[in-house]
């Protein structure tokens, strides 16, 4: 107790100063105001003093003289000095020295008189008050003490029962009942409560339970009571054990616990007379019985979850009944309550958010809340709270909103003046109601209308201080959203108001927000509360009840249906939906119709399902084959397109989530956004276009959107203008179009990885085609400012973005048009004058002006060397034009206006259609009609202005620098390498890519062609671009995927009808080719406007062309065919199927064509299914089509009359300028000859045409590279050169042999036995070749190949009857003939051997896995060397029977087996003398050429008739010429042999120098008769 210690100076000096100093301590002391600390000091200043007098260092009468002043100092003193005597009565009787207990004994003595004894009996020890003599005897005294405590304690008389004391019970309740309205305080009642207890013995503990009684019923009086119980209560603990009895009373079963306990039991706890956790031990249930409860109610939700999707049996349906039944009777003995919801609620009731907030914190989720009461309660509170905030930022315009009287509480939440108020507690409450907000669906209203107002401030604050809150807050409003207004919607029965009203609010929230709240609502609230679980169940099981009877009859009832469902759970309805959608795709067109009842939110909703769907990793986007996108993703696709068309649902997430799977290399989503592109704009992308349709896709935007499509696309308006926002809003039609472009080939090297080829390709073709789609959405929809501002300039497209060159024009070629036209309006307001020809020549300034950039700009695409060839500005004029600047499809648009009258007079005659809506139809379609007249009368301007442009820019497209070439010969040649290197370079970078781009870019390139050559563009050869189209399609049928072979097959098409329209008409090709620049044969150092007559193709020689260019097609289609590759055969089907129009057109190669693909659909009928659908489809049309096919000989001229024989070599055509460049060395050329009549020959019978009409190999060498090879100075001097060897060798030739004109003879009898009706049956057994008979005959076909290819001279072999006869004449003169020819020893019959030699063929054109260029250039280039320029220049007339003789002599050389070498020199040698000698008799090749340009037909006819086509000649002179002609036509083609199959390299150079001079001698007489021979053929 000694916190104080006197100084020992004080001690010692105590009379003079210490006792002073003493004093005016205590005196300090006492002042003090430290509320009861300055007793604590006084009693330790007086016992410091009373120890040193114990001690005996202090005077006892000194001490006791201070102590005597110090009771004067407080009224209180005696008692303090008394408890520093009981302190040290203790102290000095537990001490050994007796000398202080004396000391103290005498100083408690001493002090009597002043402190009163009273005190000193309660606080000193019996035995002390014994030895001061204040009592007698200590033990007496305690006897007394122990009774006086029983009485007190034991034996005191308190009334507790109100029977026991019913007049004081009954005074106390009258007074606690009395009215208290008026003066009446709890204090005046407490002091007559005192005055009862005391009066009639009451027990205060009863009283308090009295009060308590009291309150209950009296609850209203909250303040009087409360002040009344805190001033008469002085123990807490207390008032919580009475309340705590009267709850306990109340948990006995089926009691229930009333309001007013809870009420006054929550203002005591308000009011902090109790604590909680005292009271919370007293109620009813446990928490853990609680915690039990909650899991017990789930696993039942689960499990009636689980009931209403299982398939259920009757009987098991009985069974259920009965537990049921159980469960309910079980049910009827209710528990007691639950005490702690019933505090919580009167908690809630008076604004005790805390103590509520502690209890519900003990419980589980959402548990309290669900019971209705608790949840209106907590309702309530919030609406206090929200109040004032609502009234300034959340209510409506003109609304009054419903009056909240704040709680009388003071101690209740502050109501929130600013959305920063709202955390303090109001988030805080919504959170614990969670999806029971449901329950007040005003509130619901109030806390969105709240969310909006502050997105209405968030939007617009840009305060940086102020920036971070509002950030805060709108987390805050997103988890309210999550948490607590979602559920709730879910839980409200079909209220489409809430529905709408949350859209609100969620419409302000970015689309990555809503739909992470919708993901959250759809996957994880349904599992947090047992109620939701059991909507969720419900909601599936009536989803299921709708879907099951959703048909297109009953789409509106069942529409309704579906809107009630989905405006509170449309995330668990939708998600069923598009289950159902997956399996079943028939189901779209009605869902998609049933869904117009839907709210916006249910709207936006549907899209994020949408895509959850379409992004679910757990489904497969492949079928099991791995070869097909799996159906339920084009389903999914399907019903975007028609949703998103016909309900105006944000875009922006879908089409963000396919931006993202493109930017992960994924691109079977680009089907969704093809779909969606499709229906919203209404642009198709289909390679099944009929031609009408393909038509209307070359006009204006009108007749497209009236004939370009399937569907007629209507209504599109307003779905592709929000397409068009969505797009430009997020900033994604620009990236959407860069990684469609780019993924192309991602596609293909990234993404295909294992994937099948089959669906590579289709994903390149969906990307192609979405790319293609896409484009043309924003070229026709962006305005020209957005368009420019977003596409990039095109070397920053190719060399930045990568985008391949194609794509990089397609999006580029709008904005050129844009900038053109734009430049054009600008120049025509500048400049007015309104002459044509004004405004042509602005139109093409403005051209200059835009395209300048461009032209510039493409010098990076390529090396530097591709622009010696092709200039950058016919580059870029090609892919900047399209089929819209070309030409106007004029059909197209009187078809469409036809329509358009015929509907207006069917509105007209329709009596049944109202007057009013009859002529809202009419002006429509009147209007409809005017808009394409206009539209059609603009275009044609267009095209004016656009080929005169490009009448003023061809001289300067592919116009090589000729300036530079210092001689003729250099010029020579870069003349023709140019030509070359310019045709290849064009197909390379720019035809081939475009072709396959597009339908419309395939008929473009087609018409670009044709366009190219009416302008007459110099330099351009046209018969060398259509001769490597049509040469080589192997390659490039091959390499297309699916979609590319119908554009490549579209394209072949266009350029087979221009071709087969030149074909057709001599005066067509006359008036459209001759005189035509890409028509010249013979190439000049002067004049490119197409030279003279002589420099050209003719007619007969361009049909013969034309059959070299089907046979060529024939011959890559059967090789396709053949191949047994998936990819070749479906391509050249569809390439096929889509040239039929056009090929085939001769009758043989389409039979050649009927049997492989009668045999792919006999291969492939079970393996392949497509392809044997394909291949029936094109057989049956093909089939459809033979009645259009016509025999060769009529396709092209085979038969000639006799008379008018004219020398191959003297026609200009292809087939006199295929000589090589040098044209100098007869060895080299013989050479190439042999090795193509060694090819030719090899293939056998079937073949169905001859050198002649190869004759357009000229244009082809053997990389491609080959052009028209020699100018007309060359092919004079060489000319001359033959001439001149040729009548040498007649002079030393005198007649025929006889055994020639005997074979001859027995020929010509045979022949005119055989009906001229054998000639199709003969044809067609050539096709028709039986397999066995092919495998019978192939050892020894391949025995004679060798000696075919060294004997053969180019011409192709007869038919088999043909044959048959020179057999049966040779064997009768084998002995005589053998300097000649060598026997033919077959034993195989006529047809085996004609079926052998077409096998043997057949095989070749198998081994060649392409006709490249090379085979292609080798076969048909050279062939007319040998005997058409060379040997058939020389006669004057060359009868029918000569033909005759010279096939038969090759037949003879071609079954020549076993022969040795020596023989074969020295019978070549013994020919070309005979040779010599009939050289003598034949005109001059310069004659020949003039009698040419009289329109003597050539003899390549001759050559290339059919045997059975022949006229019987009977005089005997005609047939020794014949005899003549086809010796010398044998030695010349035995020359060639020698050097290449010998090895012995004979060089002409010699021979040809010293015969020069003897040529220009004879030139003049060889004149001569060619005039006279001229006229015997006239």
Not at 219 to 242: A, G, N, V
Not at 1331 to 1339: H, L, P
Not at 1354 to 1370: C, I, L, N, Q
Request: charge should be positive.
């Amino acid at each position: 107790m000694a916190t104080l210690i006197l100084p020992g100076e004080w001690i010692k000096n105590w009379e003079k100063s210490g006792k002073h100093e003493f004093v005016q301590l205590c005196k300090g002391l006492t002042e003090k105001t430290d509320h009861g600390s300055e007793v604590r000091d006084i009693q330790a200043a007086l016992y410091e003093l009373c120890w040193q007098v114990v001690q005996g260092n202090l005077k006892l009468d000194l001490a006791t003289s201070v102590l005597g002043e110090m009771m004067e100092l407080r009224d209180d003193m005696p008692s303090i000095l008394a408890d520093v005597f009981s302190i040290l009565d203790l102290e000095t009787s537990a001490l050994e020295e007796k000398i202080k207990r004396e000391h103290y004994t005498s100083l408690v003595g001493a002090c009597l008189f002043f402190v009163p004894e009273v005190i000193l009996k309660e606080r000193l020890d019996p035995e002390t008050l014994e030895s001061l003599g204040l009592i007698k005897q200590a033990h007496q005294f305690n006897q007394k003490i122990v009774k006086i405590k029983t009485k007190l304690f034991y034996k005191q008389q308190k009334f507790n029962l109100l029977r026991e004391e019913n007049e004081g019970y009954a005074k106390l309740i009258t007074e606690l009942g009395q009215d208290l309205s008026g003066s009446i305080t709890s204090h005046l009642v407490l002091e007559s409560i005192k005055s009862l207890i005391g009066c009639f013995n009451l027990d205060p503990n009863r009283v308090l339970d009295i009060i308590l009684e009291v309150y209950e019923s009296r609850s209203d009086q909250d303040e009087f009571f409360l002040s009344l119980i805190k001033s008469y209560m002085c123990e807490p603990l207390t008032l919580c054990h009475i309340l705590g009895f009267k709850f306990k009373f109340y948990q006995e079963p089926n009691e229930e616990t009333p309001k007013s306990l809870y009420h006054i039991a929550a203002a005591l706890l308000h009011h902090n007379l109790i604590e909680l956790e005292d009271l919370y031990v007293h109620l009813m249930p446990v928490d853990a019985t609680i915690v039990e409860e909650h899991k017990r109610d789930i696993t039942e939700a689960k499990q009636i979850a689980r009931k209403l999707v299982m398939v259920v049996l009757p009987s098991e349906k009985s069974e259920d009944k009965d537990k049921e039944k159980e469960k309910e009777e079980e049910k009827n003995d209710k528990p007691p309550d639950n005490q702690k919801l019933g505090l919580l609620e009167a908690l809630l009731r008076i604004g005790d958010w805390h103590h509520a907030q502690s209890i519900m914190d003990q419980m589980p989720s959402f548990y309290a809340t669900s019971h209705k009461a608790i949840a209106l309660a907590l309702c309530q509170l919030v609406h206090l709270t929200v109040d004032p905030l609502y009234r300034r930022s959340g209510l409506p315009k003109g609304a009054k909103g419903r009056v909240i009287h704040p709680l009388r509480n003071k101690r209740a939440p502050r109501p929130a003046e600013n959305f920063e108020d709202l955390r303090r507690d109001t988030f805080s409450m919504m959170c614990y109601l969670g999806p029971h907000l449901s329950h007040d669906a005003i509130l619901f209203a109030k806390i969105v209308r709240l969310g909006k107002g502050f997105m209405k401030e968030y939007q617009i604050e840009n305060r940086p201080d102020a920036r971070e809150k509002m950030e805060t807050l709108l987390s805050c409003f997103l988890c309210i959203a999550d948490q607590v207004l979602l559920p709730s919607l879910s839980l409200m029965e079909c209220n489409a108001c809430m529905s709408e009203e949350v859209w609100g609010l969620f419409k302000l929230f970015p689309y990555q927000h809503r739909y992470r709240l919708y993901g959250q609502w759809k996957n994880e609230t349904y599992t947090s509360h047992p109620l939701l679980v059991k909507v969720k169940a419900t909601t599936v099981e009536r989803a299921k009840y709708i879907m099951k009877r959703l048909t297109k009859e009953n789409v509106k009832q069942s529409g309704r249906q579906i809107g009630k469902l989905s405006h509170s759970n449309p995330t668990i309805l939708f998600d069923y939906m598009l289950s159902q959608i997956q399996w079943y795709d028939n189901l779209i067109v009605p869902v998609v119709d049933s869904l117009k009842y839907l709210t916006s939110l249910n709207y936006d909703v549907l899209a994020y399902c949408i895509i959850e769907a379409l992004a679910n990793p757990e489904k497969e986007k492949m079928k099991h084959d791995d070869t097909t996108i799996s159906s339920w993703l084009q389903s999914l696709a399907s019903l975007c397109g028609a949703v998103f068309r016909k309900y105006p649902i944000e875009l922006a997430g879908l089409l963000q989530y396919v931006t993202n799977q493109l930017k992960a290399g994924k691109s079977f989503d680009l089907l969704i956004l093809k779909e969606v592109v499709q229906k919203m704009a209404g642009i198709e992308i289909t390679d099944e276009m009929t031609s009408e349709q393909l038509e209307a896709m070359t006009g204006g935007e009108q007749l497209k959107a009236e004939g370009g499509y399937f569907g007629q696309i209507r209504n599109t308006k307003k779905s592709s203008q929000r397409l068009k926002d969505a797009l430009l809003d997020h900033e994604l039609a620009l990236p959407l179009c860069l990684l469609m472009a780019q993924q192309r080939n991602g596609v293909v090297f990234l993404e295909s990885g294992e994937k099948h080829l089959k669906l590579v390709g289709h994903l390149y073709d969906q990307c192609h085609d979405t790319l293609v789609q896409f484009g043309g959405f924003l070229a026709s929809n962006l305005s020209t400012e957005d368009y420019i501002k977003r596409v990039p300039s095109i070397d920053i497209l190719c060399n930045k973005f990568h985008t391949p060159h194609d794509a990089a024009f397609f999006l580029s070629r709008p904005m050129y048009a844009h900038q053109i036209l734009s430049k054009y309006d600008e120049l025509k307001k500048a400049e007015k004058g309104n002459r044509q020809q004004q405004k042509v020549h602005k139109y093409v300034a403005a051209c200059e002006t835009v395209m300048t950039p461009v032209h510039e700009a493409v010098m990076s695409l390529h090396p530097a060397r591709v622009w010696d060839d092709i200039r950058p500005q016919f580059y870029a004029t090609f892919w900047s034009l399209t089929m819209y600047d070309l030409a106007v499809p004029h059909s197209a648009y009187d078809r469409e206006v036809n329509k358009l009258k015929v509907q207006i007079k069917a509105i007209e005659d329709n009596s049944e259609i109202p007057m009013n809506k009859k002529k809202k139809e009419k002006e429509r379609c009147t209007a409809l009609q005017e808009k394409l007249q206009e539209e059609e009368k603009k275009q044609l301007e267009h095209v004016q202005r656009v080929l005169h442009r490009l009448k003023l820019e061809k001289d300067n497209w592919l116009l090589a620098s000729m300036q530079e070439k210092q001689s003729f010969q250099e010029f020579k040649v870069t003349k023709e390498s140019t030509k070359n290197e310019t045709i290849t370079k064009f197909l390379q970078l720019c035809l081939f890519p475009r072709c396959i781009f597009s339908s419309i870019d395939a008929v473009y390139c087609a018409r670009f062609v044709e366009l190219v050559h009416q302008q007459k563009t110099p330099n351009f050869c046209t018969l060398l671009c259509y001769d490597r189209v049509f040469s080589a399609i192997i390659y490039t049928v091959a390499s297309c995927t699916e979609n590319e072979s119908h554009r490549y097959g579209r394209f072949l098409c266009c350029m087979l009808e221009t071709v087969t329209r030149w074909h057709s008409d001599r005066a067509i090709y006359e008036k459209e080719c001759v005189n035509y620049p890409g028509f010249l044969t013979i190439f000049r150092a002067t004049g490119f406007d197409g030279g003279n007559k002589a420099d050209q193709l003719d007619y007969e020689n361009f049909r013969h062309v034309v059959h070299k260019w089907h046979y060529m097609l024939t011959k890559a289609s059967v090789h396709c065919l053949e191949t047994g590759d998936y990819t070749h055969i479906r391509n050249i089907l569809i390439v096929l199927t889509k040239i039929l129009p056009c090929y085939p057109k001769v009758l043989n190669l389409g039979q050649a064509l009927e049997c492989r693909v009668h045999k792919i659909c006999l291969e492939e009928k079970d393996k392949r299914p497509d392809l044997y659908a394909l291949a029936m489809g094109y057989s049956g049309r093909l089939k459809s089509h033979k009645a259009h096919m016509v025999p060769e000989n009529e396709f092209h001229h085979k038969e000639q009359p006799a008379r008018s024989a004219t020398p191959a070599s003297l026609q200009n055509g292809p087939g006199s300028t295929g000589k090589p460049v040098s044209g100098t060395s007869k060895t080299d050329e013989g050479t190439s000859e042999e090795g193509d009549r060694g090819k030719d020959k090899a293939q056998g019978t079937t073949k169905p045409v001859n050198k002649a009409n190869s004759a357009a190999a000229k244009v082809t060498t053997s990389n491609g590279n080959g052009a028209l090879n020699s100018t007309k100075a060359v092919k004079e001097r060489d000319d001359k050169e033959k001439s001149g060897k040729e009548k040498k060798e007649k002079k030393e030739k005198t007649a025929g042999s006889t055994p020639e004109t005997k074979a001859e003879s027995r020929r010509e009898k045979l022949r005119d036995e055989r009906p001229g009706k054998e000639e199709r049956p003969a044809r067609e057994g050539k096709e028709k070749t039986p397999k066995a008979d092919r495998e019978k005959v192939k050892a020894e076909e391949k025995s004679s190949k060798d000696d075919k290819a060294k004997a053969g001279n180019g011409e192709p072999a007869e038919p088999s009857r043909e044959r048959d006869a020179t057999k049966e004449s040779k064997s009768k003169e084998k002995g005589e003939r053998s300097a000649v020819t060598a026997t033919i020893k077959s034993p195989i019959p006529r047809s085996e051997s004609a079926e052998s030699e077409r096998d043997h063929k057949r095989r070749k054109l198998d081994s060649h896995s392409s006709p490249s260029h090379s085979s292609s250039v080798k076969d048909n280039s050279n062939e007319p060397k040998d005997s058409t320029s060379k040997h058939h220049a020389n006669y004057n007339s060359v009868s029918r029977s000569k033909s005759r003789e010279r096939e038969t002599e090759k037949k003879e050389s071609d079954g020549t087996q076993g022969r040795s070498k020596e023989k074969k020199e020295e019978k070549e040698r013994k020919e070309r003398k005979r040779d010599h000698l009939i050289n003598e008799r034949e005109p001059s090749l310069e004659s020949k050429r003039r009698k040419d340009e009289n329109g003597t037909n050539s003899s390549k006819n001759s050559k290339s008739e059919s045997p059975s086509c022949d006229s019987p000649l009977s005089t005997e002179k005609e047939k020794t010429k014949r005899s003549k002609s086809s010796s010398k036509e044998k030695t010349d083609s035995v020359k060639p042999e020698r050097t290449s199959s010998g090895g012995k390299k004979e060089s002409r150079h010699d021979k040809e120098k010293s015969e020069k001079k003897e040529k220009r001698d004879s030139s003049g007489k060889e004149e001569k008769k060619h005039h006279k021979s001229s006229d015997k053929h006239r």
